[in-house]
């Protein structure tokens, strides 16, 4: 599967942005999709993550009730909303979707495949 990850940009914070992930290829549907991110320097962070049908999402407390993930399988896309934002937010942002059955969600190497990452800035 091919993730093309869109909408990333500059906002400050309090603002809002919104990211989208476009899959092409195999079963989206099939997948469990997340985001992570990652400052220069740092591990990839764990972000978000949704299940293959939708039914059930998880989050990095430092992003726990302001942003949100949700998901289109006919459509191809899974998407970030992401609210009340602070500057801690600022990295480039990554889709990922993993096919495996795996023990923790939030383990970057249990992802399958990647987008290409989207650049958030957020000022203070």
């Known amino acids: 599967v091919q993730l093309q990850a869109s909408g990333g940009g500059l906002v400050q914070a309090g603002g809002s942005l919104r990211l989208s992930c476009a899959a092409s290829g195999r079963t989206f549907s099939g997948y469990r999709m997340a985001w992570f991110r990652q400052d220069p320097g740092k591990e990839r962070e764990f972000v978000a993550v949704?299940?293959?049908?939708?039914?059930?999402?998880d989050y990095a407390n430092s992003v726990k009730g302001r942003f949100t993930i949700s998901r289109d399988n006919a459509k191809n896309t899974v998407t970030l909303q992401m609210n009340s934002l602070k500057p801690e937010d600022t990295a480039t942002y990554y889709c990922a979707a993993g096919i495996r059955v795996v023990a923790d969600v939030r383990i970057a190497g249990l992802y399958d495949y990647w987008g290409q990452g989207t650049l958030v800035t957020v000022s203070s």
């Open positions: 949704i299940s293959f049908s939708g039914d059930w999402t």
